[in-house]
Structure formats: structure tokens, C-alpha cells
């Protein structure tokens, strides 16, 4: 018992001779003993008993510990400062903390007043504080840390968060969450100022593309690569609309976010609709001030805005790990196409119906094709048709509809890209073959 007490007092001893620290640094080397206790107040407790000691010795008129009580005068400590003067000392001008400088007191309080006033405008239930602070106060605290060889101290940043945190939770009545928290409020004592960082948001829906000539993403001009120039008319991109931005502009306004990002469980081209009860995505909503949305409405209005160029269903919330599993799953989800295909040689429907009987079930191979050579590898790939069914028959003109593996190229299966896939419906039909249209009917969930 006696050396435990002992190891306190000399170490607090050592820490008072040593540095002119304020009361929370100065207990915050004491951190961890005492629970419900703020390290101003074990500060503050440890620099009243060495008072007490130097008292004491005082008493005895042994001046040994007049240093040490000056040390603590110097970080203003009233009850030291009178024991001075009582014992006909003049108290030494006081002087910061060597540690924070001040900081935990008035610039603390100040930002965490701002932080909580700028919360006002933004929707949340929780919050984490971090913070960033000079790196001169943490390299003094290791230090001292160091030279007083004590392993109870906690560091000045969980100190700032933890006071920060309290601060908030006064002023919004909203409470912390280490795991999943609303928004990232982070105070930064360089420049003094508050940053705000709402978590994502992400929402989950499909897509219906009603008419061709759109592609799934955004295309930015080749000329300019978005700056703007004559070749675009000045908007930096090379199509006016794109599914991604009829879907993300009206969200990115309903949650007042900074922007958004698209994520299509795979792709079709430009010239391809998708139908039916088309093409699962999810949105990522950056920096949102708002989070409880309705998303019926947004539906509705995202529906309005793109005036039958596409048109979404079934949104609802959902969390990042949807967007791995979407690419993932769009590689071997089920897919249906519909096609409408002109035959160089015209062919009576019973001549068609081999198409039926061959592609059952049947095993793809497929090197890049030639349109996407510029910009993607060529490599092989194995992919699976499992139905195909021939629908009409008029002239050189017929419809058919094409269930494959996702990432298989349709236009290629059935024109054969000039023999890079293997077995093609020209391939298995002899006759020169052209896709004038594509749609995609359904992709599996
Ligand atoms: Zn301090
Ligand atoms: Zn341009």
C-alpha cells in the first residue's frame, strides 16, 4: 500500500520539477487511475497534496521543495501561488503549459462550440469527433511520457475527443458512435476551423433504360476530356444525357450531397435498352447533409425528371458491401436479352429453330471484341448460353431472345465478331448476320 502511494507522489513529484503543465495535462499522465474522474480534477488533486507536502516541510523550515512549488505557481495553481506569499516568497509570473500551450481551454471549447453550431445543418442522429493537432505538443507529451516512465497516461487527442464529444452531446443531444457514426466531425487546431464529414449513403434500385442512344455512364468529350470545347457545344461530354446522371443529379439534390457515384450491376451499350424489371444499381450519396429521405418520392421524382428516357423502380437503403456483391454477381447472374437480327440470306422459320436446339445449354468462347479492343485486353473468356428462342420471322428479319451468363457479348454471339466467338448464330446458321436491335429484358437479382 505504502509503495504504491509512494510511487504516485514521486512520480507527480518528478512530473511538477520537471514541466509548467495545466491541470488536464498534468493529470492526464495520471489518466488511467480513478474512474469518473476528469484528468483536470487528478491535476488538480496531485498538485494540491504536493502543496501539502512542501507545506509541510516548510513548517520544519526546510526550503527542499521551494522549486518544485515555484514549477507549480508557474502554471497558476492558487494554492501554491498563497503558500509563497504565506511563507514571505514572491510567486513567479506565470507562464503556459508547456504541453497544450492553452489549448485544451478556450480554443478547445471554441471549436467544439463551433462544431456543435455547424451540426445544426445536417441531418444526423450520430456523431465521432477526431481531431488534428500541432505536432510539437504530441512530441513534448512522448517525451515526459517517456522521461516520468509511467504507462497510465492517455494522449492529448483522446483527451480533445472525448471533451469534444461531451461538448456536442450537450448542445445537439445526439450521441457518439465509434462504429458507424452519421457524420466525422473533426477539429483542426492548425488552422483553427471545423470540418464536417457526413458518411455515405448508399441506395439500391434497378433501372429501366426506355429508349437507345444513351450510354450507362457519363462519356466526356475525347476532344476536351470534359473541359469543354466546340466539338461538345461547350459541355464537356460527348452524350447530353447518361443513365447515370438522369439518376444521381436529382439525388444529389434531394440529399444536398457533394456528389455521387453510380455502380451498375454491369452494363449495356449505348444503342441497347434495358426492359422489363431492369438492371439492378446502387448509388453511393457523398457527403450528404440530409439521410432520411423518402424514397418513394425521390422515385418519383427521379421518374419525372428524365421524361421516359429512364425510369426507376424498388428503391431502398442499403450499405456499401451491396456494390461487391453486384459487380460480383454481375459476371454470373442470368440474363435475358431480346434481339431483332437481319439475315443476308433469307431463312424460313423451321431453318431458325436450329438456333433453338443448338445454343441449349451450350458453352461460349469469346475473345474481346473487335469495337473494345482499344480500351480492354484481349483475353478469352468462357461464358454459358442457356436458352435460345427464335420469337417471329418477317423477310430477312427476325426476333430473338437470348438467355446467357452476365459478361457474355450478345452482338458478338450472334454475328460471330469474324470467328473471335465461337459457336456464333452465323456461325450455326451460314448466313451473314446483322444486329439492328438489342434489349436487355431481364437481369436476374
Ligand atoms: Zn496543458
Ligand atoms: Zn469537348
Given at each position: 500500500?505504502?509503495s504504491?502511494?509512494?510511487?504516485?507522489?514521486?512520480?507527480?513529484?518528478?512530473?511538477?520539477?520537471?514541466?509548467?503543465?495545466?491541470?488536464?495535462?498534468f493529470?492526464?499522465?495520471?489518466?488511467n487511475?480513478g474512474?469518473a474522474l476528469?484528468n483536470?480534477?487528478?491535476?488538480?488533486?496531485?498538485k494540491?497534496?504536493?502543496?501539502?507536502i512542501?507545506s509541510?516541510?516548510l513548517?520544519?523550515?526546510?526550503?527542499?521543495?521551494v522549486?518544485i512549488?515555484?514549477?507549480?505557481?508557474r502554471t497558476?495553481?492558487?494554492?501554491?501561488?498563497?503558500?509563497?506569499?504565506?511563507?514571505?516568497?514572491?510567486?513567479p509570473?506565470?507562464?503556459?503549459?508547456?504541453v497544450?500551450?492553452?489549448?485544451?481551454?478556450e480554443?478547445?471549447?471554441?471549436?467544439a462550440?463551433?462544431?456543435a453550431?455547424d451540426?445544426?445543418r445536417y441531418d444526423f442522429n450520430?456523431?465521432?469527433?477526431?481531431?488534428?493537432?500541432p505536432?510539437?505538443?504530441?512530441?513534448?507529451?512522448?517525451?515526459?511520457?517517456?522521461y516520468?516512465?509511467?504507462?497510465?497516461?492517455?494522449?492529448?487527442?483522446?483527451?480533445?475527443n472525448?471533451?469534444?464529444?461531451?461538448?456536442i452531446?450537450s448542445?445537439?443531444k445526439?450521441?457518439?458512435?465509434?462504429?458507424?457514426?452519421?457524420?466525422l466531425?473533426?477539429?483542426d487546431f492548425?488552422?483553427?476551423?471545423?470540418?464536417?464529414?457526413p458518411?455515405p449513403?448508399f441506395v439500391y434500385?434497378?433501372y429501366?433504360?426506355?429508349i437507345?442512344?444513351?450510354p450507362q455512364?457519363?462519356?466526356?468529350?475525347?476532344k476536351?476530356?470534359?473541359?469543354g470545347?466546340?466539338?461538345?457545344?461547350?459541355?464537356?461530354?460527348?452524350?447530353?444525357f447518361?443513365?447515370e446522371?438522369?439518376?444521381?443529379?436529382p439525388?444529389?439534390?434531394?440529399?444536398?450531397?457533394?456528389g455521387?457515384?453510380?455502380h451498375g450491376a454491369?452494363?449495356?451499350?449505348i444503342d441497347?435498352?434495358?426492359?422489363g424489371?431492369?438492371?439492378p444499381?446502387?448509388?453511393?450519396v457523398?457527403e450528404?447533409?440530409?439521410?432520411s429521405?423518402?424514397?418513394a418520392?425521390?422515385?418519383?421524382?427521379?421518374?419525372?425528371?428524365?421524361q421516359?428516357?429512364?425510369e426507376?423502380?424498388?428503391?431502398?437503403?442499403?450499405?456499401?458491401?451491396?456494390?461487391g456483391?453486384?459487380?460480383?454477381s454481375?459476371?454470373?447472374?442470368?440474363?435475358?436479352?431480346?434481339?431483332?437480327?437481319?439475315?443476308?440470306?433469307?431463312?424460313?422459320?423451321?431453318?431458325?429453330?436450329?438456333?433453338s436446339k443448338?445454343?441449349?445449354?451450350v458453352?461460349?468462347?469469346?475473345w474481346?471484341p473487335?469495337?473494345?479492343l482499344?480500351r480492354?485486353?484481349?483475353k478469352q473468356?468462357?461464358?454459358k448460353?442457356?436458352?435460345?428462342?427464335?420469337?417471329?420471322?418477317?423477310d430477312?428479319?427476325?426476333e430473338?431472345w437470348i438467355?446467357c451468363?452476365?459478361?457474355?457479348?450478345v452482338?458478338e454471339?450472334?454475328h460471330?465478331d469474324e470467328?473471335?466467338?465461337?459457336?456464333?448464330f452465323?456461325e450455326?446458321l451460314?448466313?451473314?448476320?446483322?444486329?439492328?436491335?438489342?434489349d436487355?429484358?431481364?437481369?436476374?437479382?
Open positions: 500500500m505504502l504504491a502511494a509512494s510511487e504516485v507522489i514521486e512520480k507527480a513529484l518528478k512530473l511538477a520539477e520537471k514541466a509548467v503543465l495545466c491541470d488536464k495535462c493529470g492526464r499522465f495520471f489518466a487511475l474512474f476528469s483536470e480534477a487528478r491535476g488538480s488533486s496531485l494540491t497534496v504536493i502543496c501539502m512542501a509541510n516541510l513548517n520544519k523550515g526546510d526550503q527542499e521543495a522549486g512549488l515555484m514549477n507549480i505557481a497558476g495553481f492558487k494554492i501554491a501561488r498563497e503558500l509563497l506569499v504565506k511563507y514571505g516568497l514572491n510567486a509570473e506565470t507562464s503556459p503549459c508547456e497544450c500551450g492553452g489549448l485544451l481551454y480554443p478547445l471549447r471554441q471549436l462550440e463551433k462544431a453550431a451540426l445544426l450520430t456523431y465521432l469527433v477526431g481531431c488534428r493537432v505536432g510539437r505538443i504530441i512530441e513534448k507529451e512522448d517525451n515526459l511520457r517517456s516520468l516512465e509511467v504507462d497510465w497516461g492517455e494522449s492529448i487527442k483522446r483527451e480533445i472525448r471533451e469534444t464529444s461531451l461538448i452531446m448542445k445537439t445526439k450521441k457518439p458512435d465509434l462504429q458507424k457514426p452519421d457524420v466531425v473533426i477539429l492548425h488552422n483553427m476551423v471545423v470540418e464536417i464529414k458518411s449513403i434500385g434497378r429501366r433504360k426506355l437507345r442512344g444513351i455512364s457519363k462519356w466526356y468529350c475525347s476536351c476530356r470534359g473541359v470545347c466546340s466539338e461538345c457545344n461547350w459541355t464537356g461530354k460527348r452524350y447530353e447518361s443513365v446522371e438522369l439518376i444521381t443529379k439525388i444529389i439534390e434531394v440529399f444536398e450531397a457533394r455521387a457515384r453510380f454491369g452494363r449495356e451499350d441497347v435498352r434495358v426492359l424489371p431492369g438492371r444499381f446502387v448509388v453511393e457523398v450528404p447533409k440530409k439521410r429521405i423518402d424514397l418520392k425521390l422515385q418519383e421524382i427521379i421518374n419525372e425528371k428524365s421516359g428516357m429512364v426507376v423502380l424498388g428503391l431502398s437503403y442499403t450499405d456499401r458491401s451491396m456494390i456483391k453486384l459487380k460480383l454481375a459476371k454470373v447472374k442470368r440474363k435475358t436479352y431480346r434481339a431483332l437480327v437481319e439475315m443476308e440470306e433469307p431463312l424460313e422459320k423451321e431453318k431458325l429453330e436450329a438456333l443448338f445454343f441449349q445449354g458453352t461460349i468462347k469469346q474481346t473487335r469495337r473494345v482499344h480492354r485486353a484481349d473468356r468462357v461464358k448460353v442457356y436458352e435460345v428462342k427464335v420469337v417471329s420471322v418477317k430477312r428479319i427476325f430473338v438467355k451468363q452476365g459478361g457474355l457479348y452482338k454471339l450472334i460471330g470467328g473471335r466467338t465461337t459457336p456464333s452465323q450455326v451460314g448466313t451473314k448476320l446483322k444486329v439492328l436491335e438489342l436487355v429484358l431481364e437481369v436476374e437479382d
